[in-house]
């Protein structure tokens, strides 16, 4: 049994990956590609995004809500990226479900 909530624990905490909280994480509603939350960029750091996602599953808007990083164009390249993000489509889901997101950046090692 102990084996059994271990593997349930670990494969829902898989599925979210660094999708931190919020409605779109109570529903369980699912993402259907798998993003990297790791992405190769311009500097080191991260940024949290809040998404509002709509019934057809396409984030709609991303509004900064914390990051450590200084540089303007990563921040937008982050913004970019989690917009292009997808998410189950359903009539049965409210009109924006909400989540936050933490995206880690990495300079490119040339």
Known sequence: MRTLL???????????????????????????????????GRVDGWVKYELAVDRKGKVTSARLVETNLKDTPAKIDTKNYVKTFRFKPGSYYPKFNHVVVKITMMAGRD
């Open 6 to 40: 271990f593997l349930f624990t670990f494969t829902s905490s898989l599925s979210f990956g660094q999708l931190i909280s919020g409605s779109l994480m109570e529903e369980r509603r699912p993402i259907l590609d798998k993003p990297a939350y790791i992405i190769e």
